[in-house]
């Protein structure tokens, strides 16, 4: 299967623009049990980072990690890594209920923090995490992919700050996966590693609601979850929705499934739909279904007209230098640690709702 039309290991690649000198800000990879990793680590090296390091206690994740990323280093163990004090940030994609504790070992060494989305399974490991940056003053940052990793999605909040569509009023996104069955890892189907499909997928349209909305908190108003055609994994959820009112009067309506079927060019139809006071945008982020090109489409509707912008190559993934940026100024222009922090406790609260609802 090829990457575009796996979702697990999708990992975009944009030009190279980097903020630093070589060898000014090292990172170390550790933790690969999500393709994710890459998509992380392309954005990074493009911005200037140099990639010093890797560790997994897996070898064969390891070779196949240095195959792509010739020239670095293969890590004794974790603790080698966080030792070295040339690294500045530890990027992760490990199973994600081992995500937050890695998180608050790599702040408390004296390192930031860069983990794959969902970066929590449990609103339990989203306070600790809390703690721990509020002791450390580290970052912990999360690769939320489906806005900062997509180049139309970039350039919609771009609109929206320039108010180019007024003031937005509600937003609805659609994130629908390829299962993939034959490759997934057994974690996969084990919820207490995941925490549930509108924790894990969601994650991703909960963080878009809260920067496209610019909403600071929300409260469920429905959420539900479901296996439709999975029997033989009871505990897997193949489908999830879920609805958030905003704290300022917005709102917001998310489906997350794993049903895209095997006839589609691409790993799922991600699309996010924004509606504001003076019109309208829609992402068409991956594919533009039953038309050639690619995705990263942007369509605009306002009273001057209808516009069409197909914007692959030529916007650029802004968040990586940011990032690299904040972490050596301890600024905040990438993404606030209030932000991301909000994010991840949405979709937890929205799981919650929903198990609460089918117990």
């Not at 609601?209 to 959420?223: P, Q, R």
Request: glycine share 12%.
């Amino acid at each position: 299967m090829s990457k575009a039309n796996d979702g697990m290991n999708y990992a975009p690649t944009g030009k190279p623009n980097p903020v630093v000198d070589p060898g000014d800000f090292q990172f170390a990879a550790a933790g690969l049990d999500h393709g994710h990793i890459s998509g992380m680590c392309n954005g990074l090296l493009e911005a200037g980072a140099k990639l010093k390091y890797v560790w997994d206690p897996d070898p064969a994740k390891v070779d196949g990690f240095c195959r792509d990323y010739p020239g670095v280093r293969i890590a004794d163990s974790l603790e080698q890594i966080l030792d070295d004090t040339d690294i500045a940030l530890v990027a992760s994609a490990a199973i994600p209920c081992d995500r937050g504790p890695l998180g608050i070992r790599v702040m408390r060494s004296g390192k930031d923090y860069f983990c794959d989305k969902a970066p929590f399974t449990t609103l339990g490991q989203l306070e600790d995490a809390r703690q721990a940056v509020a002791e450390t003053q580290r970052k912990y940052a999360v690769y939320y992919s489906e806005r900062l990793h997509v180049e139309c999605a970039v350039f919609a909040g771009d609109l929206i700050g320039d108010g180019v569509i007024g003031d937005v009023i509600q937003v609805s996104g659609f994130g629908p996966h390829r299962h993939g069955a034959d490759a997934r890892p057994g974690w996969f189907y084990d919820k207490s590693k995941t925490g549930g499909i509108l924790c894990d997928i969601g994650s991703h349209q909960c963080e878009q609601f809260l920067f496209y909305t610019g909403a600071e908190d929300a409260t469920v108003a429905s959420a539900r979850v479901g296996n439709f055609a999975n029997p033989e994994h009871p505990e897997f959820e193949d489908f999830g929705e879920a609805n958030l009112v905003g704290n300022n009067g917005t709102s917001f309506f998310y489906r997350v499934d794993w049903f895209t079927p095997d006839g589609l060019r691409t790993w799922g139809d991600g699309r996010t739909l924004i509606l504001g006071t003076k019109g309208f945008i829609e992402l068409r982020k991956y594919i533009d279904v039953a038309r050639e090109g690619g995705g990263d489409r942007l369509f605009l509707v306002t009273d001057e007209g209808e516009q069409e912008m197909k914007l692959a190559g030529l916007v650029g993934y802004p968040y990586f230098g940011q990032l690299i940026l904040d972490c050596l100024n301890r600024t905040e222009n990438a993404m606030t640690q209030t932000h991301t922090f909000k994010a991840a406790e949405l979709c937890l609260r929205c799981q919650e709702h929903a198990d609460e609802q089918a117990s």
